[in-house]
């Protein structure tokens, strides 16, 4: 949520009207960062599985057009419209892992990923503004989003490569493909004033992009697809009440009652988990 905030103060306050070239310095520096950690020998190595190069393709492009289409959408459309659209994507992942893996969910946790789908729609509702080309976006967004989580999970726990491995493995592809997405971007790019202020600003962001596509990894490595999407609604009604009750903000009555809703769906949803785990 921090590097989302960062991300549209590049935008609008930084003036960097520009989410694709951004996302591309982003991959670049987390790039230059696992370059460093290989340098020295921290970065871990591949398993002896190697990726087919048809694989890699797909890693790249799938997670090209996630990344860069997601953050797109954050340029057009509200913080409140961008949480509404990622809650499409946990039915994605549950029906998308049926269709390829005959994978079934238990319908008690079922129960627990609509409330906490409710509690976030609840808790956003109060910051929705509807842009057409924004909700286009966030439309075409959806579905890489889901299948990227997907890969990025089954590949790391069946063939046992860790993050950072895969991490390095594919951004080189991802790279390539998010400079082809580089004309998405509005006109002006080469006339943007860069100063000390702005290069700061946008090596920032950077920066917290790497650590949360890093944990983001971690994450869909241990647990699973479904789990990191709601793992990051937990976040949002975390980060809500946190500023309501430490820093005085009042986000409305409803906000803060969807996020008791969500989460206390996220809550349920660990006990099912746990007792399954027990079982």
Not at 131 to 157: D, T
Not at 194 to 204: P, Y
Not at 232 to 237: A, D, E, I, R, S
Request: proline share 4%; net charge positive.
């Amino acid at each position: 949520m921090l590097h989302t905030f960062l991300f549209i103060q590049v935008l609008e306050n930084v003036g960097f009207q520009f989410p694709v070239c951004l996302t591309v310095i982003h991959y670049a520096v987390s790039w230059a960062l696992m370059a460093s950690l290989k340098f020295f020998s921290i970065l871990p190595a591949s398993p002896s599985s190697e990726l087919a190069p048809l694989s890699l393709f797909t890693f790249g492009f799938v997670n090209s057009v996630s990344t860069g289409l997601a953050n797109v959408s954050l340029k057009y459309n509200s913080v409140g419209f961008y949480q509404m659209a990622k809650i499409a994507i946990t039915p994605l992942i549950v029906l998308a892992e049926f269709i390829w893996y005959k994978k079934r969910i238990a319908f008690s946790k079922v129960v627990a990923l609509t409330v906490v789908s409710v509690g976030v729609a609840v808790a956003t509702v109060t910051d929705l503004q509807f842009i057409f080309l924004g909700a286009c976006v966030a439309m075409a967004w959806i579905i890489p989003s889901a299948v990227n989580r997907i890969l990025w999970s089954n590949v790391q726990q069946q063939q046992k490569w860790t993050a950072l491995a895969l991490m390095w493995k594919t951004k080189p592809i991802t790279l390539v493909f998010l400079v082809f997405m580089i004309p998405l971007d509005p006109p002006g790019l080469l006339a943007f004033h860069w100063s000390f202020g702005s290069i700061s600003a946008i090596l920032m962001s950077a920066f917290l992009g790497f650590l949360l596509q890093w944990s983001s990894a971690l994450t869909l490595g241990a647990t699973s697809a479904i789990s990191s999407v709601v793992l990051g609604q937990f976040k949002t009604g975390v980060i809500l009440l946190g500023n309501y009750y430490l820093f005085g903000s009042n986000p409305g009555t409803t906000s803060i009652f969807g996020a008791f809703i969500a989460i206390g769906g996220m809550s349920f949803y660990i006990y099912l988990n746990i007792r399954a785990m027990k079982r």
